[in-house]
């Protein structure tokens, strides 16, 4: 390349003073600036084709590193790796409240610990510190589900859901224990799984944007559990289910709460209205049977 770059250069010098020579009045100051003004030009971007390789060869680069630090079994760390350490930059939106948690961190203090403190000081030192006040009401998205959730799966619900109720504070105080706040909300999800069992489902609703909804891990919700005895025949299936308690959680110890259910019989079309308790037993409420008018006859 540089050869080429070396002919070419030789050729337009003498290409430049031919013309010169042949020019009326052309001076060797003219014929001097020419070179230079070519040489500028040829060295500003003599080196792009090599620097557009690098730029190629880093990313090819970061892929291996990537793939040899994972042979060894080193931690070549995560997209969410900004929840942990200050170090790792993420761009997000607005509001700043997504940044609080950041100053809490172990990283953050050891490295700001410093300007934090020359802080405090001086704010103690005002006393009642000089500040603007602005109220907004804007509405805030926040994702529901985490990346590490969706990526397992979690943000779709694990049966076909046929209800949702919204829990009393007691309950979901209890569902809610890690950092609970009054405004957090918790919810029970009732449906039939791809067997056509019943299921039940309680989840956190965090009132942090920062946060994530979550379930209920201390009363999961397990498919091979069976916690409800319904195993219905095949002639009857369920149209509907209710919710009867919204707080059997808060309970002590805690229960999962009961549940009216809604079968019909495809043969006889007769309805029937179960009652199932939270520790999984059933009885029946309520069943019609079909109309008999010889048994009114008099």
């Known amino acids: 390349m540089v050869t080429a770059a070396t002919e070419s250069f030789s050729l337009w010098v003498l290409c430049a003073r031919i013309r010169s020579e042949n020019e009326p009045g052309a001076s060797e100051l003219s014929y001097c600036l020419r070179n230079m003004d070519y040489a500028n030009r040829e060295l500003a971007t003599a080196f792009d084709p090599v620097f557009a390789r690098l730029s190629k060869l880093t990313t090819a680069l970061e892929e291996s590193l990537d793939f040899l630090l994972t042979v060894s079994k080193l931690d070549t760390g995560s997209c969410t790796e900004f ?14 409240d997504y940044f609080m948690a950041c100053m809490h961190a172990f990283d953050c203090r050891a490295k700001c610990l410093d300007t934090m403190d020359a802080f405090d000081e001086a704010l103690a030192r005002v006393g009642t510190p000089p500040t603007y006040e602005s109220t907004q009401a804007v509405v805030v998205e926040s994702k529901y589900v985490s990346v590490d959730d969706m990526e397992k799966g979690r943000q779709l619900a694990p049966f076909e859901v ?15 224990s ?19 069992l019943l299921g039940i489902a309680y989840y956190c609703i965090p009132a942090d944007i920062t946060q994530y909804t979550y379930e209920f891990m201390a009363m999961p919700y397990e498919r091979e559990a069976d916690v409800y005895k319904d195993m219905w025949p095949e002639n009857k299936a369920i ?22 259910v809604h079968t019909k019989n495809i043969g006889t079309q007769e309805d029937t209205l179960y009652v199932f308790h939270g520790s999984g037993s059933r009885f029946v409420l309520l069943k019609s049977e079909l109309f ?3 048994q009114y006859d008099t």
């Open 83 to 96: 929840e942990q350490s200050p170090y790792v930059v993420a761009l997000m939106p607005e509001p700043v």
């Open 239 to 260: 149209v509907d289910a209710y919710v009867m308690s919204t707080s059997e959680v808060a309970a002590t110890p805690p229960s999962r709460d009961n549940i009216l």
């Open 292 to 294: 008999d008018p010889g």
């Open 162 to 176: 046929l209800t949702i109720h919204e829990l009393q504070p007691d309950a979901c105080s209890v569902i809610c």
């Open 178 to 196: 890690v950092g609970y706040v009054a405004l957090n909300r918790c919810i029970v999800a009732v449906g039939l799984d791809d067997r056509l």
